[in-house]
């Protein structure tokens, strides 16, 4: 009798520690042996390919509105099938509260929709109205369901929240071990500048660049920054975009301080010029922060580089070039009533191993890292996801690291239409992809089945605690964040 179902032999296995030739033998959808020589009812050649953990990506919408109530392009069929043919086996998609939503059915209803899903993902709650009824029970509630990670915008007229509010928050998120991920913008600069160039008939998509000034984002990881420090509470700053930003996290680590931070492929692989052409056609590339220019991208390496971008993730955002998605006012669309996203599910990681590990920008365990490891150890789901070692769900992506693939718009699987990497040359691909041990990918084959995919309920771990080290102020508040009787 086998002691494995599948071995994947032969092939040069890379964490975020090692690299090493090794097979991999699969029991009951887990890691259960790394070695040479491994036998199993099932064997997959990787000779001359990596084995690499599958990617988890922290930052996507699915099957999501927008805060125009604009739909995604992808419900949680065709995107996690997206992500797989990328390499990405976890996802954590947003279930999205509008203002006048009540969480527990804003929950109800993600979850209903991920029954749809072919990798396993967990959840974080975009939080548009922290009422005394959410902060109270309803956050409790969901933190109890294992979604333990917040975003709160510092802009949007109808998502973001004002100071007292984020302070709130944090408040809950630290007693009862949550992490708020940050949108960080200065709406007063964005919306005063985008009401002046409407005014002005500046309306085509290259306005919206303009009007994301970079010292918005600055101004606003700043405070964000000051404003967790009161509580002591550990944030993840979403989608960083600019080197004032990166460098103001980084002193702010350089501190002590628990702050994360993301960056995204449009931040590394496209600029502002790409959202500069002629009429709406740029809206393909709109997104908030924007892209920037060479040394925005650069800082943006450096900080993946250095560590001061804890995560790299795709923020998945796909609309549509049309009516139902970026244009509601067709080619009379100005740039404010576009939404704003790009999609990137599927080519985060093949763009990455190009530019990145290819150009030798990063090491492969680098690749490892910023890709799978630190966002399962970020998002509490470390070792079960980002690694393959011993007792780790197998979901696994065997490389070919020859392998030329030109980008087009019929490569990728999800439902966007287009892809802002059109054209680019890739070298290596994620071949073959294992989730929980079962191949989900193959050859350029779906092999899985719709709603395979399976929740991940996360539990308090180490990043989310706070530090215990809190502004003097604050010892004069008593009786504060007492933590809950579980
Ligand atoms: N923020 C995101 O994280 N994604 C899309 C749009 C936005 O503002
Ligand atoms: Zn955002
Ligand atoms: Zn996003």
Known sequence: MNANDVVIRGGI??????????????????????????????????????????????????????????????DFYSGTKSAAFGGTTTILPFCAQHREDALPKVLADYFGKAKNAIVDYGFHLIIANPNEQTLASDLPAAIGQGVRSFKI?????????????????????????????????????????????????????????????????????????????????????????????????????????????????QYLFLTARDIDRPGVLGAAFCCSPPPRDEAAQEACWQGLKDGTLTVYSSDHAPYKMDASGKLPNGDKTTFKEMANGVPGIELRLPLFFTFGYKAGRITLNEFVALTSTRHAQTYGLYPQKGTIALGSDADIAIWDPEKRVTITKDLVHDNTGYTPYEGRELTGWPVTVLSRGEIIVQDGKLTAERGRGRFLPRERSAPLEPLGRQIPEMAQLSAWNTPLKS
Not at 25 to 37: C, E, F, M, S
């Open 13 to 74: 296995v890379v964490t975020e520690a090692e690299t090493r030739l090794a097979d991999v033998g699969i029991r009951n959808g887990k890691v259960a042996a790394l070695g040479i020589g491994l036998s199993g009812a099932t064997t997959i050649d990787a000779t001359g390919k990596l084995v690499l953990p599958g990617g988890v990506d922290s930052h996507v919408h699915i099957d999501q509105l927008s805060s125009f109530a604009i739909p995604c392009a992808d």
């Open 153 to 265: 915008f510092m802009t949007y007229d109808r998502m973001r929240l004002t100071d007292e509010q984020i302070l709130d928050v944090m408040s809950v998120a630290r007693r009862d071990g949550a992490l708020v991920m940050v949108h960080a913008e200065n709406h007063g600069i964005i919306s005063w500048l985008a009401g002046k160039m409407v005014k002005q008939g500046n309306v085509a998509p290259r306005y919206h660049a303009i009007c994301h000034t970079r010292s918005s984002e600055a101004e606003a990881i700043n405070r964000i920054i000051t404003l967790a420090e009161v509580i002591d509470c550990p944030i993840l700053i979403v989608h960083v975009s600019t080197p004032e930003g990166i460098e103001t996290i980084r002193k702010a680590q350089a501190r002590g301080l628990k702050v994360f931070a993301e960056t995204c492929p």
